[in-house]
């Protein structure tokens, strides 16, 4: 059973940080690409960022309004991906998912996706 299991979620005063970990069990990690996405309140889900199967030299891709705030990381050997978030703004919050994809491309959409966690709650106050 393929298993993809967000944490770090919280609370945090806007420009506060978080780090999101992302553990995948039962698929051979290495292979697939890995995307976060979010979806707040009301909202589509949308993009947040994604990294290629690669964890040294590989490419990462982000949504603009994330862009220099947040940074997508993978450990191949833990079978893990991280999003770390910095200068955390109310616009922020949202449930943040991971999702990993056989793919190299197409990696902003969510159907390029073959699995998801279940979701971690980020709540940034004003």
């Not at 806007?14 to 976060?36: E, I, K, N, P």
């Not at 949504?63 to 220099?68: A, E, F, M, N, T």
């Not at 893990?80 to 491309?105: F, H, R, W």
């Amino acid at each position: 059973q393929v298993q993809l299991v967000e944490s770090g979620g919280g609370v945090v005063q806007a420009g506060g940080s978080l780090r999101l970990s992302c553990a995948a069990s039962g698929l051979t990690f290495s292979r697939y690409a890995m995307g976060w996405f979010r979806q707040a309140p009301g909202k589509e889900r949308e993009f947040v960022g994604a990294i290629s199967r690669r964890s040294r030299g590989g490419s990462t891709y982000y949504r603009d309004s994330v862009k220099g705030r947040f940074t997508i990381s993978r450990d191949n050997a833990k079978n893990t991906v991280y999003l770390q978030m910095n200068s955390l703004k109310p616009e922020d919050t949202a449930v943040y998912y991971c999702a990993a994809s056989l793919l190299d491309y197409g990696l902003g959409s969510d159907h390029n996706y073959d699995y998801w966690g279940q979701g971690t709650q980020v709540t940034v106050s004003s």
